[in-house]
């Protein structure tokens, strides 16, 4: 079973900056896909950032040019540095990895709430 701990949420004005970090743990396989999602209320949960474990990245347009994901394979860990926050950016973030199709697993979420 693989596990997903998330840190780094909280409370930021607009233009701020936040870090969110999540640390998988468990039987991992070592060719994966790491990646962001969020959920704001009353919306249906949307990409932020994925990563694989090769390092290509991909981002929701919403997103380009203010905030980066990376990752450690070491310590199968990603990161998601968020730059320049909008309140509009104000959701429930989920940590997810994926290396097949039923081994797909999600954290329980962070919140990051903006403020204008």
């Known amino acids: 079973q693989v596990q997903l701990v998330e840190s780094g949420g909280g409370l930021v004005q607009a233009g701020g900056s936040l870090r969110l970090s999540c640390a998988a743990s468990?039987?991992?396989?070592?060719?994966?896909?790491m990646g962001w999602y969020r959920q704001a209320p009353g919306k249906q949960r949307e990409l932020v950032a994925t990563?694989?474990?090769?390092?290509?990245?991909n981002y929701a347009d919403s997103v380009k040019g203010r905030f980066t994901i990376s990752r450690e394979n070491a310590k199968n860990t990603v990161y998601l540095q968020m730059n320049s926050l909008k309140p509009e950016d104000t959701a429930v973030y989920y940590c997810r990895i994926r290396y097949t199709i039923v081994n797909d697993y999600w954290g329980q979420g962070t919140q990051v709430t903006v403020s204008s």
């Open positions: 990563i694989v474990s090769r390092g290509s990245t």
């Open positions: 468990g039987s991992i396989f070592s060719s994966n896909l």
